[in-house]
């Protein structure tokens, strides 16, 4: 079954690929308040996503609650070629998490 919660594209480009990632998560803080019954919104972020190219992973990145609803990240990959794979998997703090692999174009 296909993961929603991520969007991957890659193009690579004179041996570099340009890899665009785009997560859907609510990137709730804990601090807000519904604004009918104004009882707290519990929080639900991001805590680490792990980027790999052909199964090594390349980048990790830690987050937390200050990142922005719906996150986008962009990097690029030395020595890639068309048909590589590049895969993201995330989790949060509730234990949700989410991966997609795609192969470079």
């Known amino acids: 079954m296909e993961d929603k919660s991520v969007k991957v594209r890659g193009k690579v480009k004179d041996g570099v ?3 665009k ?3 859907s998560h609510p990137m709730e803080t804990g601090t807000r ?5 104004g009882e707290l919104i519990p929080a639900k972020y991001i805590e680490e996503v792990v980027f790999s190219h052909n199964g090594k992973d390349v980048l990790t990145a830690y987050w937390g609650a ?3 609803k ?10 890639a070629t068309v048909g590589d794979k590049v895969a993201v998997r995330w989790s949060d703090n509730t234990g949700t998490s989410g991966a997609k692999e795609i192969a470079l174009k």
């Not at 308040?33 to 019954?37: F, L, N, P, V």
């Not at 719906?70 to 020595?79: L, V």
């Open 33 to 37: 308040r519904h604004a009918d019954s």
């Open 21 to 23: 990632v785009l997560i």
């Open 17 to 19: 690929a340009k890899v």
């Open 66 to 68: 200050s990142v922005s």
């Open 70 to 79: 719906n996150p986008y990240s962009a990097f690029k990959i030395k020595s």
